[in-house]
């Protein structure tokens, strides 16, 4: 329930500032960093990236997008929909070209199409708490920790990243597949053997 109101905030103030279309998703800095494996820097600078994405896409973009921002660890994830071929290219272009602070990789997941109505992203919301919710079953790696998984869903398809072992890849991406609802797993973890 607590996801659904964060996203609900999110929409109203995103909404409400005009630029609906655009949606950051970064967390809050401090509430995982114990268990993180990015240094607080990182974990600022890739806030710091959605932001300055936000900001850059919604003033270089034409309207009617619906474009998902997540940084992890430097490396972008753009995930929804564009107007466009060109507009997909140059969301891409506009990510991969951030100097400060700098992106490493971009991950452009834009499909071409109109933005999704909230029921989708409702339901895309209502995945995402399930598989970070079933990550937590994952109990025969030691040392694992779900909380290291980001899970990022857009029109069923589930993306995880994270700075992860093999083994740990492997187990969240057989979970995720497993919930009732995914359409798809891709998985951009960095890999950490």
């Known amino acids: 329930m607590k996801q659904f109101r964060l996203i609900g905030a999110a929409l109203l103030s995103l909404s409400l500032s005009g630029c609906a279309g655009l949606l950051v998703g970064g967390t809050a800095v401090g509430v995982s960093v114990a268990h993180d494996r990015r240094t607080t820097g990182t974990m600022v600078d890739d806030q710091t990236i959605e932001f300055k994405l936000y900001d850059a896409l919604n003033k270089k973009l034409p309207p009617g997008n619906q474009i998902s921002i997540t940084s992890y660890n430097g490396t972008v994830l753009l995930a929804g929909q564009t107007v466009s071929d060109a507009t997909r290219w140059q969301a891409e272009d506009i ?88 359409r798809q797993v891709v998985t951009l973890f960095e890999l950490i053997d």
Do not use: C, W
Request: proline fraction near 7%; glycine fraction near 4%.
């Open 95 to 182: 990510a991969r070209n951030l100097r400060e602070p700098p992106v490493r990789m971009v991950h452009n997941e834009l499909i071409i199409g109109s933005p999704v109505p909230l029921s989708v992203q409702s339901n895309d919301a209502l995945l995402t708490t399930k598989v970070k919710t079933a990550l937590f079953q994952i109990n025969h790696i030691p040392g694992f920790d779900p909380t290291r998984v980001k899970v990022v869903t857009n029109q069923s398809v589930v993306y995880l990243m994270g700075l992860v072992r093999t083994n740990e890849a492997d187990a969240a991406a057989d979970v995720a597949s497993q919930i009732s609802g995914v």
